[in-house]
Structures are given as C-alpha cells and as structure tokens.
T-cell receptor, first 112, second 115 residues
Framework: DTGVSQDPRHKITKRGQNVTFRCDPISEHNRLYWYRQTLGQGPEFLTYFQNEAQLEKSRLLSDRFSAERPKGSFSTLEIQRTEQGDSAMYLC??????????FGAGTRLSVL | AQSVTQLGSHVSVSEGALVLLRCNYSSSVPPYLFWYVQYPNQGLQLLLKYTSAATLVKGINGFEAEFKKSETSFHLTKPSAHMSDAAEYFCAVRGSGAGSYQLTFGKGTKLSVIP
C-alpha cells in the first residue's frame, strides 16, 4: 500500500487552458474526495465519490470543473478555461466508507 | 452544519517546551474531530481522531488531544516540542451521522519551534 498518489505534483498553465489532474487512491478505499486549498486557508471540500458514483458536489465546483472516477478506481479532475483564481493546491483523499480520510501530496496549480 | 475555529494563525515555542494548539468546533450533530499536520509542499497527514470513544486521544509523534463537549474544544498538545514538529496543523470536523463524509477544516496554525 503506497498511499494516495497524485499526478502531477506541479502544473503551470496559461489562463484559458484546460488542465487535468489524476488521483490514485489507496487500493481498498471505496470513497474518494477532492479538496482545494488556497494560501493561508484550510482545505475546502469540492466533491466526493463512492465507488464510481459522484454523490456530492460543492458550490465551489463551478461548471468549468468536472470530476470522474471510472470503474471506481482512479479519479481525474479537469478544469476548463482556467482562470487565475483557480491557482491553488488540489488535494485528493480516500477512505474506506466513513473511516478516516488519507490525503495525497496534492497538485499545485499556478495559472499565469 | 459544522465549523472549526483555530485560535492563533501562528504559534512559536522553544524546543522542549509545551505545545498547545487550540481548536473550537461547532456542530449540529455529535462530531468526529481530527487533527492533521502539513509539512511544506506536502499533503495532510492524520495525527489523531476523536470518534466518541475516549475523550483523551493519543496520536502519532507524541501528540494528544482532549475532547471537551462543555467547551466545544479539541485542543492539541505535546509535552515537549521538537524541531521536527515545525509545520502547519489543521483541525477538522465531520458529522457522525449516516451520510457524513466531508471534512470541514479550520484555517490552520503554523507552529514554529525555536532552538
């Protein structure tokens, strides 16, 4: 068990470009969560999956954001037409049902 | 609805001194409470959690926290600070009911340890 893995660790993009991040959860975990963390703040919930079903989306998740978890394994988070305000650390976590959430190292996005 | 308030965005202690990081919560249901630590450019590591068993919870790296319902607090302590404890600490709350899933975090407290 290697923990939650996120790729890439860093992403620099120009405003208006699309970006996609990947998260590989701990293998036996059926829940997967995405959070966003901006400078000086704690992580804020974006969305979560139980197996392949996306069960909740925060109001922070605008129409430009989409997340998938095909086959209930890895997940991707795509941001279309990036804006400077999207610059943040995107954190993925996984858990076994309502057990503790374990976090990956995050993907730091910088939008120029 | 749940919320967390962490008092003090920055705490400095001398090496070997007591560490006390404060967390107060608000929850409409019996809460589950967590402390996470974040080192620079890394994700969050779970230090400890309260899930309605013992009110005094022991975690990793010598940290512990006490759940006080009357004070709606879950402060994190460590008897003797080590240089390696310098990091940012986040308190988080989650509802204990069925369907509870998302963590609500405080804004974090950055701990500096002075040699």
């Amino acid at each position: 068990d290697t923990g939650v893995s996120q790729d890439p660790r860093h992403k620099i993009t120009k405003r208006g470009q699309n970006v996609t991040f990947r998260c590989d959860p701990i293998s036996e975990h059926n829940r997967l969560y995405w959070y966003r963390q901006t400078l000086g703040q704690g992580p804020e919930f974006l969305t979560y999956f139980q197996n392949e079903a996306q069960l909740e989306k925060s109001r922070l998740l605008s129409d430009r954001f989409s997340a998938e978890r095909p086959k209930g394994s890895f997940s991707t988070l795509e941001i279309q037409r990036t804006e400077q305000g999207d610059s943040a650390m995107y954190l993925c976590a996984s858990s076994l049902l309502e057990e503790s959430q374990y976090f990956g190292a995050g993907t730091r996005l910088s939008v120029l | 609805a749940q919320s967390v308030t962490q008092l003090g965005s920055h705490v400095s202690v001398s090496e070997g001194a007591l560490v006390l990081l404060r967390c107060n919560y608000s929850s409409s249901v019996p809460p589950y409470l967590f402390w996470y630590v974040q080192y620079p450019n890394q994700g969050l590591q779970l230090l400890l959690k309260y899930t309605s068993a013992a009110t005094l919870v022991k975690g990793i790296n010598g940290f512990e926290a006490e759940f006080k319902k009357s004070e709606t607090s879950f402060h994190l302590t460590k008897p003797s600070a080590h240089m390696s404890d310098a990091a940012e600490y986040f308190c988080a709350v989650r509802g204990s009911g069925a369907g509870s899933y998302q963590l609500t975090f405080g804004k974090g407290t950055k701990l500096s340890v002075i040699p």
